[in-house]
């Protein structure tokens, strides 16, 4: 499942070699970078894993940030799962975009932490590459990715974890009423990640009607605000509507909280050193304009084409 959602690695380009880079060495430099449109976003992600690749970067980076209401569609995604017509996405002013990652469509928006890992992968055979004393490869980097939703889940009370078959986290994995809480789909060229995870902390939870959530029909989406609601019934089915508790209003204040508890779990579990200015105090907007001064002082253009369909 791996290989077919989350590898995409582009035939023929070189691997970045992670063997010179001593583990002790590897950092994970989170950047706060609050509510920033989608393509601005894809912009700054493409750029960094290109400049990654050839070494003009030398620290894994992780954005963290939430977007306004999109719609992406992985690499090979079926457009058939979008439910909402065309002149609802349009009046709601909802984007609906095809990009390089692996997965199917998802739905980001207020309320959702978004986080882009742009971690240099060991090369095959690498020997002496390692995070956390292990190589690191595809899969364990999306069991990484997947541990730390988990993390962030408990940190609020909620038990969360992987599923057999679906990547992602879910509530009640294994239960009668399986929730997905947070998405999976990355995207791996010239060895470097980018793309990466979402986690619904106050997301509205209806706006998962306008599409098959990950292709699945029927699938049953959840938040950080509708667990801890339900939660707080004692004796209430997990189906069951928790009411007004689950209600409240998207914020990002919500969403960088749940940045500094991924951060701080995502690096853990891939035994980095965390560096850089996390919630409350990052400054969003300084955030955003020292990356964007760094990518331009680069000079890298991504070398991965824009999927055609891209809109």
Known sequence: MVDDVERMEEP????????VV????????????????YRDAWALQRALAAARAVG??????????????????????????????????RQRGIELIRVERGGEITYHGPGQLVAYPIVALAAPGAGSAHWGGRVLGIRPFVEALEGAMADTCAAAGISAGPRAGHPGCWVDADGPFPRKIGALGIRVARGVTFHGIALNVTTDLADFELIDPCGM??????????????ASLPGVA?????????????????????????????????????VGDLPPGADATGERRVLEALVDALGVPSSTPIPAGAR
């Open 217 to 230: 029909p029927g699938l049953r989406s959840t938040s950080l605000a509708r667990e801890c609601a339900l």
């Open 238 to 274: 997990a189906d069951a509507d928790p009411g007004a508790d689950a209600d409240a209003s998207p914020t990002t204040a919500s969403v960088a909280a749940a940045a500094f508890a991924f951060a701080q779990a995502l690096a853990g579990r891939l035994g980095a050193t965390l």
């Open 12 to 19: 023929g380009t070189p691997r970045v070699d992670v063997r």
């Open 56 to 89: 003009a970067l030398d620290e894994d980076q992780v954005l963290l940030l939430e977007h306004d209401a999109v719609l992406t569609l992985g690499r090979n995604a079926n457009v058939g799962h979008v439910i909402a017509p065309e002149p609802l996405l």
């Open 22 to 37: 001593s583990p002790r060495a590897r950092t994970l430099r989170a950047r706060w970078l609050g509510r920033i449109a």
